[in-house]
């Protein structure tokens, strides 16, 4: 008994590396040191500093004394989500953690990670204040068009040229390695990397099937709203910190139901934005 467990707390290891690989958003994670728990369990406190500005010089009275105000701002997790799993204990009876390993890292990479993308990209698509742009790009030339407005957005908002992260459907993305010009490439390079998201996960809007509605037993996610084309993301700008584990194994012993091992997964986290720094997230959509 102790060996199975000991087996399935290995592979339970191995699921942050199976959200990584198949993620298309987890290159936006914060670094979790960074904020600090809430007094509630479901929120977190973010750091944010005001600074005044220069100010005369007198050769009198020498400089004027600035303000540095350092407030904190209280963000609640909006992400919860979870399942549960039973495998039965005849199935596979001495290698039941390796049934385990392969039946989590298949229902995460198929299920859990492309919602997790979409509700991601549908949050920040939503959020007030961030730059915005609708068309239909049939080509190549329209695609590096739009591009370059969404890199001149950004410069002339002040957004930092580093840390901009282009995601991009990978239709349009051929769209753009067909032309194969000195145009193509100088725009690409405006971006510090590039990362193609599947249209199926990139939507301006989605519906969380809550998995007991009639209708929505399956879970998961549809999209509601309009695609999107393309998205260019400063990863400053993001607050997004995830919380995915497995919590809880139930062996068949203690198993109240059925002969089998029980296996719970949930997912946990925010996707969000700083309020000061939405002018680093740019959205082309479909009219």
């Not at 004027?64 to 209280?74: A, H, N, R």
């Not at 730059?131 to 591009?147: E, H, K, P, R």
């Amino acid at each position: 008994m102790a060996n199975n467990i000991r087996l399935f707390q290995k592979y339970i290891a191995l699921l942050d590396e199976v959200y990584k690989q198949a993620s298309k958003s987890s290159i936006l994670d914060g670094d979790a040191s960074l904020v600090q728990a809430g007094k509630n369990t479901n929120e977190i406190i973010i750091p944010k500093m005001t600074l005044d500005g220069l100010a005369d010089y007198s050769r009198n009275s020498g400089y004027v004394k600035g303000d540095v105000t350092l407030t904190y701002e209280t963000v609640k997790f909006n992400y919860d989500r979870g399942r549960k799993f039973v495998v039965d204990a005849m199935d596979d009876e001495e290698t039941a953690g390796i049934a385990f390993g392969k039946l989590s890292s298949e229902f995460i990479r198929t299920k859990v990670v492309p919602e997790m993308d979409a509700f991601r990209f549908a949050t920040y698509a939503a959020l007030e204040g961030i730059g915005s742009a609708t068309g239909t790009l049939a080509d190549g030339a329209a695609v590096i068009t739009a591009l370059r407005a969404a890199a001149n957005k950004m410069d002339e908002d002040e957004v930092p040229s580093e840390q901009r992260v282009l995601f991009i459907t990978p239709t349009l993305r051929g769209m753009i390695d067909d032309l194969d010009t000195s145009k193509s490439k100088e725009v690409l390079g405006k971006f510090s990397s590039v990362v193609e998201v599947p249209q199926s996960r990139f939507n301006t809007e989605i519906e969380l099937l809550d998995g007991t509605t009639s209708g929505e037993e399956i879970g998961g996610f549809r999209a509601t709203g309009s695609d999107i084309n393309f998205m260019v993301v400063h990863t400053p700008a993001i607050l997004q910190y995830p919380k995915h584990t497995v919590n809880k194994i139930i062996t068949p012993e203690a198993n109240q139901d059925s002969d089998g091992w029980m296996f719970f997964y949930r997912a946990y986290g925010l996707a969000d934005a700083y309020e000061n720094k939405v002018a680093g997230i740019y959205v082309h959509s479909k009219a």
